[in-house]
């Protein structure tokens, strides 16, 4: 499988932090990239000196980043050979966020519906090349193929590839930021087998609206798509 859809995505969350805040962003960024699953649980992150350099901060905040984010039960050090910094498997259960206020929901899955279904148009309107129509497809068969353990991190993988293919940086970041928010509240609750099973076929109708160009049945693919789990969130934290 072709990495370069996945290296926009890093690129999304391996950026300059801003300056004033570098600890509170660099533990911020490191925690969206592990919500993502950019880096998946069990797998390591890039050494702390790629990290300093993608972050434009210094190796100690880097450090001091990590060590906090491993009290928390999210990062583990090993020494060694093999060592580095790894993200934990399993990750920590997020707490409860309890009654979400009705306006912050709107917000968030509103700003959602436009990235992401602007983006499935965007990705239709271009001519793709072999290695990201192939890129696609496998990004959406990975998803039908992950169990539960795994089924939300390959969601997210398929759907920030098809913001990647929109050919637009800086909208792969706005759907990133806006996803990591989106996973949080869904981490909260289980996944729902019938769920899994209508979401993969909605999947398809996306991707292969996406590869014939199709803008206007992309759009409604994933505006439909993206309903299913705007009515689970508001069930579950209204």
Same mark, same amino acid.
């Given at each position: 499988m072709s990495d370069a859809p996945l290296r926009e995505v890093h690129r999304s969350v391996y950026r300059p932090v801003r300056e004033g805040n570098a =600890?509170?962003? #660099?533990? *911020? $960024? =490191? %925690?969206? #990239?592990v919500r993502l699953g950019v880096v998946a649980p069990g797998e390591s992150l890039p050494s702390e000196r790629e990290l300093a350099a993608?972050? *434009? %901060?210094? $190796?100690?905040?880097? &450090? !001091? /980043?990590? +060590?906090? =984010? *491993?009290? /928390?039960?999210? =990062?583990? +050090? &090993? +020494?060694? &050979?093999?060592?580095g910094t790894f993200v934990a498997d399993p990750l920590p259960r997020p707490a409860d966020p309890g009654t979400v206020p009705a306006d912050e929901i709107e917000d968030v899955l509103g700003l959602r519906r436009v990235l992401e279904s602007g983006a499935a148009r965007a990705a239709a309107a271009r001519t793709l090349d072999a290695a990201s129509r192939a890129e696609l497809w /496998?990004?959406? !068969? *990975?998803a039908c193929a992950a169990g539960e353990a795994d089924y939300r991190r390959a969601d997210t993988l398929l759907h920030l590839t098809i913001a990647e293919l929109a050919g637009i940086p800086s909208l792969v970041t706005l759907v990133a930021e806006n996803r990591a928010k989106v996973n949080l509240w869904l981490d909260t609750f289980p996944l729902l087998p019938g769920n899994i099973e209508h979401s993969n076929g909605q999947h398809e109708q996306m991707v292969t609206a996406i590869l014939a160009g199709r803008g206007d049945a992309a759009e409604a693919a994933v505006r439909e798509h993206l309903a299913g789990s705007e009515a689970l969130l508001r069930g579950f934290l209204s």
């Open positions: =600890l509170e962003d #660099t533990v *911020a $960024r =490191l %925690v969206q #990239t993608l972050y *434009a %901060v210094s $190796r100690d905040t880097v &450090r !001091e /980043a990590i +060590r906090e =984010l *491993a009290v /928390a039960g999210y =990062l583990e +050090r &090993r +020494r060694g &050979r093999y060592g /496998a990004r959406h !068969e *990975a």
